[in-house]
């Protein structure tokens, strides 16, 4: 599955480090999302884009910055990262926001990422 | 609040028939997903189903709703090795500010064994 790629697929960072996640859906979406996925934890919302406009937001601490620079692109910009931050961030897109009835969200394959 | 529940692991025998169980917490929720999580791999979705059918069966798959008890199932017939990885039930929000968002299960693993 090509539709939502995601790069880099592992990332170790120190905890003073800054990186970028990115994520790319080639399947003329309008609506992205970011999830985390922790160990033995439901998968969390994190971001939803819609139309390049942030859309929701869950109390996701400030160290996490998204961008939507256009309805294809999403990036997850990282910085001061804490352990516990490690986890497998997964992108999603979906056709609109909200979904429509019968629609669903797309997945990207995840980027690893593991804070030292 | 909204919540799903699955059990985190199951273990099967290559041949048999795979259960596995969900319960969800959003009475008005509408549309209920399987997805699938190979190791390395993003969700992929399976199946999902209206929350006005008890039964939707897709080739291998059968998913049965009983929206009575809020309990969802997805039995995989015939599990072969391929089908090892972890399955993920969500809900579809209905109503309210987070209305058209999923909310995940933590997932069951399944193990198949030759």
């Known amino acids: 599955e090509t539709g939502v790629t995601q790069t880099p697929r592992h990332l170790v ?34 971001f939803v884009y819609s139309l390049e406009e942030r859309v929701e937001n869950n109390s996701v601490p400030s160290r996490f910055s998204p961008e939507c620079p256009n ?7 990282l910085h001061t990262l804490q352990p516990e931050d490690s986890a497998l961030y997964l992108c999603a897109s979906s056709q609109d926001w909200p979904a429509g009835r019968q629609e669903t969200q797309y997945f990207g394959p995840g980027t690893r990422l593991l804070v030292l | 609040g909204e919540d799903v529940e699955q059990s985190l692991f199951l273990s099967v025998r290559e041949g048999d028939s ?16 399987w997805y699938k999580q190979e190791p390395g791999a993003g969700l992929q979705l399976l199946t999902y189903i209206f ?6 069966q897709d080739q291998r ?27 993920f039930c969500a809900e579809r929000i209905r109503y309210g500010g987070s209305q058209g968002n999923l909310i995940f299960g ?9």
């Not at chain 2, 795979?18 to 997903?33: A, Q």
């Not at chain 2, 933590?106 to 030759?114: A, D, E, I, N």
């Open chain 2, 61 to 87: 798959l059968t998913v049965l709703l009983n929206k009575k008890d809020k309990h969802l199932s997805l039995r995989i017939a015939d599990t072969q090795t391929g089908d090892s990885a972890i399955y």
């Open chain 2, 18 to 33: 795979s259960v596995i169980n969900c319960t969800y917490t959003d009475s008005s929720s509408t549309y209920l997903y």
């Open chain 2, 51 to 56: 929350s006005n059918m008890d039964m939707k």
């Open chain 1, 13 to 46: 960072m120190g905890m003073t480090n800054k990186k970028s996640l990115k994520c790319e859906q080639h399947l003329g979406h309008n609506a992205m999302y970011w999830y985390k996925q922790s160990a033995k934890k439901p998968l969390e919302l994190m």
């Open chain 1, 71 to 77: 309805s294809s692109h999403l990036f997850l910009h």
């Open chain 2, 106 to 114: 933590k997932g069951t693993k399944l193990s198949v064994k030759p």
